[in-house]
């Protein structure tokens, strides 16, 4: 039978966690933060999460579908998500099944077995630190990389250098960092934008440098949350973007009155912004758009246009890069800037490795990561229990792939490489979850978390975690 670790306990490693319970599947999750809640656990060394961050898409329609939030907010705060995370994982026990303070810092194959290996035979070796500095391996059918998107900050070069501040967004957590200084903020996607806003309440002065155009979306149009709108059937890409364009104009205007660029792409063939606060407060002159970074001098920053500005601080709003650094990259199929992996989960090779939330996509919420979940739910179950079923969807990942984009033809910039359009992504991961058998006759695994798989188990399926001075 396949046993699987699974890393990390974030929104996506949670999504795991529950469909491998639902589907009956043994794991051992590893996280390396203290507590549940990725990123929305502003206390967990790694997030990336601000004291002011809410949530972008609002709360129904990225909230789990079987695990509605308490919160009336539409737009709930990071520490009322963190709370929805934590009350998620003891709802459904899955907090048990975590080893914290645990970080995974390597997962290497092991080597093939002469004859081949037997179905859900150990084919990974994970390798984890825990906090006291313990080294932990355990050896496992399959793997799944649930480490998160938003961690490794990506940092552009620029010419000459800056004597004053420079920092990203992911070291961002409070806007008295902007106290009497004179802001320069590279990059105006969402959360330059949101950063952007909290910094005029502070600084001296603020700038906004943009290389190209954005559209803006409001968070409420029509007095709802604006992406609760047109939640049935999705429209053709073309008249989509042909209405959208028109309201937007309607009820946010033309961002080039207010300096931004014209954008060189139809809507939606880039992540939009829902902030319109930023446009107010350059309405109300606190904030200015400025050119692209030609150099920097000093405390002297010279743009693209001949002109120049003098700044404290820089923000890099400059997003992130995708970051697998305990596995080798020719096993995820690595091409470019991210893996190159059939519906973003399964490597073609189907080595065992399945990556989970690796997906951006506007409105894709948790539900769709725990879609993605139990698509590899249902396939592991499968090579178990219906082999030829698996085999089958293996054969589909040989044939051309589904087009994720919905006729969207987006960006070809690093960031959008993963990028999928929500209801093609949905509706093809429902349509492949019905190549497989259902999960729910197997019966849910019984909570009985790392405790028992790491001190009782020896088996080849049933793997041990061992620890530098014996088996934990
Ligand atoms: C400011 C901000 C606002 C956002 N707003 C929205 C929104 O409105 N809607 C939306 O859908 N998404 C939003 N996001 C995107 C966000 O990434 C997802 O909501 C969600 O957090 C992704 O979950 P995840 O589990 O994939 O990754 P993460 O939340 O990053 O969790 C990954 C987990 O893996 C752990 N980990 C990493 N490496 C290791 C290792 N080597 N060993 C063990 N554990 C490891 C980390 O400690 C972490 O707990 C926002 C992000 C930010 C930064």
């Not at 203290?34 to 990225?62: K, Q």
């Not at 995708?322 to 490597?347: K, Q």
């Amino acid at each position: 039978m396949n046993h699987i670790a699974l890393i990390g306990a974030g929104p996506s490693g949670l999504a795991g966690a529950r469909a491998l319970s639902r589907a009956g599947i043994p794991f051992d999750g590893f996280e390396a933060g203290p507590d549940v809640g990725g990123l929305w656990n502003i206390d967990n060394p790694r997030s990336t999460m601000y004291e002011s961050a809410h949530l972008i898409s609002s709360r129904t329609t990225t909230e789990f579908a079987e695990f509605p939030m308490a919160s009336t907010a539409d737009y709930p705060s990071h520490r009322e998500l963190l709370e929805y995370f934590r009350t998620y994982a003891d709802a459904f026990g899955l907090r048990e099944r975590f080893r914290f303070e645990t970080r995974v810092t390597d997962v290497s194959p092991l080597p093939a077995p002469e004859g081949g290996a037997e179905p859900g035979a150990p084919r990974w070796r994970v390798t984890a630190v825990t906090a006291d500095g313990e080294t932990i391996t355990g050896d496992y059918s399959g793997v799944i990389l649930a480490n998160g998107t938003l961690a490794e900050p990506n940092v552009p070069g620029f010419a000459g250098s800056f004597d004053g501040e420079i920092m990203h967004t992911s070291a961002y957590k409070s806007a008295k960092v902007f106290d009497g200084r004179r802001v320069l903020i590279i990059g105006a996607g969402n959360s330059g934008c949101d950063i952007a806003v909290d910094a005029v309440h502070h600084a001296a002065s603020v700038d906004l440098s943009v290389r190209r155009g954005y559209y803006f979306v409001p968070r409420y149009l029509f007095g709802r949350p604006s992406d609760t709108l047109n939640q049935g059937r999705p429209l053709p890409a073309r008249i989509k973007q042909f209405i959208d364009t028109r309201v937007l104009r309607a009820f946010t205007g033309d961002p080039v009155r207010f300096g931004f660029p014209k954008p060189d792409y139809k809507i939606y063939e880039s992540h939009p912004i829902v902030n319109t606060m930023v446009l107010n407060h350059l309405g109300q002159g606190d904030l200015r758009v400025v050119p692209d970074i030609a150099r920097f001098d000093g405390r002297t920053v010279h743009f693209s246009d001949g002109s120049s500005g003098d700044y404290d601080l820089i923000m890099l709003a400059t997003g992130y890069h995708l970051d697998y650094p305990f596995v080798e990259r020719t096993h995820l199929n690595w091409e470019g800037a991210s893996p190159s992996l059939f519906m973003n989960v399964f490597p073609p090779s189907f080595n065992g490795l399945f990556v989970l939330g690796m997906i951006e996509a506007s409105g894709i919420g948790w539900q769709g990561r725990y879609e993605q979940a139990e698509l590899i739910a249902a396939y592991l179950a499968a090579a178990d229990d219906a082999p030829e079923a698996a085999a089958r969807f293996r054969q589909r990942a040989d044939a051309p792939w589904p087009d994720l984009t919905g006729g969207y033809d987006y960006l070809g910039l690093d960031r959008m490489s993963y990028y999928v359009n929500k209801d093609a992504y949905r509706r093809t991961v429902k349509r492949l979850l019905g190549t497989l058998p259902p999960t729910s006759e197997r019966g849910p695994l019984l909570p009985s978390g790392l405790v028992t798989a790491s001190t009782n188990a020896t088996t080849a399926s049933d793997p041990t975690i061992q620890t530098e001075s014996g088996t934990a």
